[in-house]
């Protein structure tokens, strides 16, 4: 179930709603003062978001600069790797805080072809996917106000070579029982969020999970 949304909380979604209807808006329209206008509600969304968030008003505006059609959300990939009935985890270097390996799949990449790559290029592991464990939206789990709507894919994964080995954007490798888990990145993964692949572990028939 949803949680309740903060009244900052509320102007996040309020702007990004902003920000999804004026890049439709610069997409299609062709009217000069229409353009305009959708412009001026984009400026708007954004300094809405450098009000409510941490990052800088011209960070967001770099952000947005660089989408162009149709909003929609982002893809967000994670691979669940587990040894001895621990689960493997990467600490980041952005926030030195811990995640499971992944990151935004890239163009031309399906997502398991995806989340094989992040895990040998975070953790160095070679693996071979083997269950679609869940798709979760963010907006109804309880990560950190972001700027983007993303649907995050989780993919357990086997591992066939390869030796624990960080990356450019991690710098510790390890693997953390379930009730002995790290500070975790909350805007990649929540603790309910791990708590729930464990799940998994627990009972390799469990049906995947959605929303």
């Given at each position: 179930?949803?949680?309740?949304?903060?009244?900052?909380d509320?102007?996040?979604?309020?702007?990004?709603?902003?920000?999804?209807?004026?890049?439709?808006?610069?997409?299609?329209?062709?009217?000069?003062?229409?353009?305009?206008?959708?412009?001026?509600?984009?400026?708007?969304?954004t300094?809405?978001?450098a009000e409510?968030?941490?990052?800088?008003?011209t960070?967001?505006?770099?952000?947005?600069?660089?989408?162009?059609?149709?909003q929609?959300?982002?893809?967000?990939?994670?691979?669940?790797?587990?040894?001895?009935?621990?689960?493997?985890l990467?600490?980041?270097?952005i926030d030195?805080?811990?995640?499971?390996?992944?990151?935004?799949?890239?163009?031309?990449?399906?997502?398991?072809?995806?989340?094989?790559?992040?895990?040998e290029?975070?953790a160095?592991?070679?693996?071979?996917?083997?269950?679609?464990?869940?798709?979760l939206?963010?907006?109804?789990?309880?990560?950190p106000?972001?700027?983007y709507?993303?649907?995050?894919?989780?993919?357990?994964?086997?591992?066939?070579?390869?030796?624990?080995?960080?990356?450019?954007?991690?710098?510790?490798?390890?693997?953390?029982?379930?009730?002995?888990?790290?500070?975790?990145?909350?805007?990649?993964?929540?603790?309910?969020?791990?708590?729930?692949?464990?799940?998994?572990?627990?009972?390799?028939?469990?049906?995947?999970?959605?929303?």
């Open positions: 179930m949803k949680e309740s949304l903060s009244q900052n509320k102007w996040l979604e309020w702007a990004k709603r902003i920000q999804s209807l004026s890049q439709a808006g610069l997409t299609f329209s062709r009217d000069t003062f229409d353009l305009e206008r959708y412009e001026e509600l984009r400026k708007i969304s300094e809405i978001m409510y968030t941490d990052l800088e008003l960070k967001i505006k770099d952000l947005f600069a660089n989408e162009e059609g149709y929609t959300p982002k893809v967000d990939v994670r691979g669940v790797v587990f040894k001895d009935n621990q689960i493997l990467v600490r980041e270097k030195d805080k811990w995640s499971l390996p992944g990151g935004f799949c890239d163009v031309g990449l399906s997502p398991t072809e995806n989340v094989v790559k992040e895990i290029e975070e160095g592991y070679e693996v071979v996917p083997a269950k679609f464990l869940a798709i939206d963010m907006h109804k789990h309880p990560h106000p972001q700027p709507h993303y649907y995050k894919l989780f993919i357990q994964c086997n591992i066939v070579g390869g030796e624990a080995m960080s990356g450019v954007e991690t710098y510790d490798i390890d693997f953390f029982s379930e009730n002995n888990l790290p500070k975790l990145s909350l805007g990649r993964n929540t603790v309910s969020q791990i708590k729930m692949l464990f799940e998994f572990l627990k009972d390799p028939r469990k049906e995947t999970i959605f929303d």
